[in-house]
């Protein structure tokens, strides 16, 4: 029987990266600040028991292997609720946009002295950010499910569905078979997803803990800022170390954003494929080849 396409949309490795996490706006960071001065941080005593040169850092994520690829189908593919998936996280918070990245990320504690009419502050302690993410990815095959066959046309384009036979409550068993091996569909995803794992790790270390970095060389360095306006005394701190808590998370985010799409757009970045490959002549059961470029 000549292979037919599954619709488009149901073939790919990784998240819809908007799916998982309610939006947080960024109101929430600024309705923290006194005096509506969005570039307040918390004081010291919100992390008084961290010690000063507390760096952030990395920690491995955990890995889910849990999806059924048949299930994956017909569960809506790419961006359905089982496909697989590394979300970054900061501080245990998915991170799927840069209002979630700046809602997770720990501020400097800052101590602010008003003095001569002037505005002073004092970095007292690094936030110790910690970076991770969480993954979910295929299970070992064999994968096999049981639908009704009115829902195929959901996600499957095929000349024989269009038959009123189709349109019913009747049961078919779809089974899933890798090529060359359902061993190595699975291997693959696998593969697919920890690269996004690593570019994770990078992207955190370059932008978050390189900043944390700066931030205990002025607590080291023992250097302080002033303005008559609390504003600008935290805008000469923020110069100092590279950006604000909010403008490093969105750096952050959206270097992640672009190298998760870089590495999609590239043949090895490419999703699943999944072709009808046989349909039994009562229609019972449906055969699916699934490929993987990864």
């Known amino acids: 029987m000549k292979t037919s396409k599954i619709k488009k949309g149901t073939s790919s490795n990784s998240y819809s990266r908007k799916s998982f996490f309610t939006k947080n706006s960024e109101e929430n960071f600024i309705s923290k600040s006194k005096e509506g001065n969005p570039f307040f941080s918390p004081l010291e005593e919100k992390d008084k028991d961290r010690p000063k040169s507390e760096l952030g850092k990395w920690v491995k994520g955990e890995s889910h292997q849990t999806i059924d690829l048949a299930e994956y189908l017909i569960t809506g593919g790419a961006g359905g609720t089982l ?11 998915l991170v799927q946009s840069d209002e979630q990245a700046v809602a997770s990320m720990k501020n400097p504690a800052i101590k602010t002295v008003r003095l001569d009419n002037k ?8 936030p110790g950010n910690i970076g991770s993410y969480w993954q979910r990815t295929l299970k070992k095959g064999p994968w096999t499910t049981t639908v009704m066959k ?11 569905f269009k038959n009123s036979n189709w349109n019913t409550d009747e049961l078919v068993k779809i089974k899933l078979i890798g090529i060359p091996s359902d061993s190595a569909i699975y291997q693959a995803n696998i593969r697919h997803e920890n690269k996004h794992a690593r570019d994770h790790k990078k992207t955190f270390k370059k932008i978050i803990i390189k900043w944390e970095k700066r931030i205990l060389e002025v607590i080291k360095n023992k250097m302080e800022f002033s303005d008559e306006k609390q504003e600008e005394a935290y805008k000469k701190l923020w110069a100092e170390v590279g950006g604000s808590p909010q403008q490093i998370a969105r750096e952050y985010y959206k270097i992640i954003d672009a190298k998760a799409d870089e590495y999609h757009n590239k043949p090895k970045g490419k999703g699943m494929k999944l072709d009808v490959r046989k349909i039994s002549p009562d229609h019972s059961e449906i055969e699916i080849e699934v490929t993987n470029p990864a």
């Not at 496909?83 to 918070?93: D, L, Y």
Request: hydrophobic letters at 40%; aromatic letters at 6%.
């Open 83 to 93: 496909s697989p998936a590394t979300v970054p996280t900061i501080n245990g918070q």
């Open 119 to 126: 505005w002073k502050l004092i970095v007292q302690k690094v």
């Open 150 to 160: 009115k829902e195929l046309k959901n996600f499957i384009s095929h000349a024989e």
